[in-house]
């Protein structure tokens, strides 16, 4: 069973860059197959995805967010990671790792780690 | 303001169906499957159908989705108070190049 955790401050700064670590167990990143993503929710809001990474260092961003995000993936740990920079507090949301598989046409996340609140604020 | 469009809520009685829609245009759902989500209050979401109609190992069979041109929907049989959750639809936009979701349905058993 692939389990997901995220990890990271809680409380960022505004102007400051975000950091969270998602750590997979149950299954390694090298093997491929699939994506790693990060999706975050504002609170109450609907989901927003950020990006995904593959275990090749390949990465894609929603074009909403691509000027600021950058994931990044150390396959040694089994671990990816989000940096956002520049936050404001329109940022402020639960963010969530997912595994994301992607095929022609098809397109879904099975795996989701429990989530981890961000907050920014001064 | 989402991509896919659903109910903002929907309600039913205990032992009864209901359905919830996920409309989108042809560079979305038209064109790409859909995958749609169940989210507890609290938790994070969970995959319910993908491929449209597919259901996960251990996700029970009154679970349905489905798929019409540019609409998909989710059907839910034989109610259950622990079915009370937020539902979301999924896919891919090929004119956005994004991930898209819906803006969630609550789902109110009465």
């Known amino acids: 069973q692939v389990q997901l955790q995220e990890s990271g401050p809680g409380l960022v700064k505004p102007s400051q860059t975000l950091f969270l670590t998602c750590t997979v167990s149950g299954g390694s990143i090298s093997s491929g197959g699939y994506y790693w993503s990060w999706i975050r929710q504002h609170p109450g809001k609907g989901l927003e995805w950020i990006g995904y990474?593959?275990?090749?260092?390949?990465?894609y961003y929603s074009p909403s967010l691509k000027s600021r995000v950058t994931i990044s993936v150390d396959t040694s740990e089994n671990q990816f990671s989000l940096k956002l920079s520049s936050v404001t507090a329109a940022d402020t949301a639960v963010y969530y790792c997912?595994?994301?598989?992607?095929?022609?046409?098809?397109?879904?996340?099975?795996?989701w780690g429990q989530g981890t609140l961000v907050t920014v604020s001064s | 303001q989402s991509v896919l469009t659903q109910p903002p809520s929907v309600s039913a009685a205990p032992g009864q169906k209901v359905t919830i829609s996920c409309s989108g245009s042809?560079?979305?759902?038209?064109?790409?499957?859909v995958s749609w989500y169940q989210q507890l209050p609290g938790t994070a979401p969970k995959l319910l159908i993908y491929?449209?109609?597919r259901r996960p190992s251990g996700i029970p069979d009154r679970f349905s989705g489905s798929k019409s041109g540019t609409s998909a929907t989710l059907g839910i049989t034989g109610l259950q108070t622990g079915d009370e959750a937020d539902y979301y639809c999924?896919?891919?936009?090929?004119?956005?190049?994004?991930?898209?979701f819906g803006g969630g349905t609550k789902l109110t058993v009465l």
């Open positions: 999924g896919t891919w936009d090929s004119s956005l190049s994004d991930v898209v």
């Open positions: 990474i593959y275990y090749s260092g390949s990465t």
């Open positions: 997912a595994r994301e598989t992607r095929a022609a046409g098809a397109h879904y996340f099975d795996y």
């Open positions: 042809s560079s979305n759902i038209g064109n790409n499957y």
């Open positions: 491929d449209n109609n």
